[in-house]
């Protein structure tokens, strides 16, 4: 019995995975005119001029502590997907050479694009295994230990994250 609940977790995982994946692609293929555009980078480059790992795991766990949420967490989550790719794509609109690179490429291959997705991924598995729980009237009491572990899970990589997104940022500007 227990390897099966194992074995949903995993698979309700990597489908919302995939799911937060197509809502950032969705996002990120968006029209964006030229005014949405430089208000997001000029916005952008404000952020990362005084760019601190503190403020980016501030920022990607106030996004992702609502992904846990039963029922709401999914939504959540699927829009904050989408309105990054949104923003991702006005960005790099701006910036010459990135705008041939797919958006889904720099979310899976930089270490800390992909230690975000799988964070994100973890809370809105666990909010559709509370929102089952609570569909089936299930005592949410047995929850309560796993979901606290993956929130310090989700703490822990968004924390590293953060902390690794700042040194990118830094080196890149050297460059």
Known sequence: MHNIVFKIR???FFILLGLFSAAFQIG?????SKEEADSLMSDFQGLISGVEALGIFLNNISAALPMFIP????????YTAWSTGF?????????????????LAILYVSPFGAMELVAYSIGLSRSCHLTYSLIKRSKLKSQIKPTLI???????????AGFLEEYMIKASQVL
């Open 28 to 32: 990120s293929i968006s029209d964006v």
């Open 87 to 103: 923003a991702f794509t006005a960005i790099i609109s701006g910036i010459p050479g990135m705008e041939n690179i797919p958006p």
């Open 10 to 12: 995993i698979i309700t």
């Open 71 to 78: 029922g709401v967490g999914v939504a959540w989550g699927l």
């Open 150 to 160: 993956e929130i310090g899970i989700v703490i822990g990589l968004l924390l590293a």
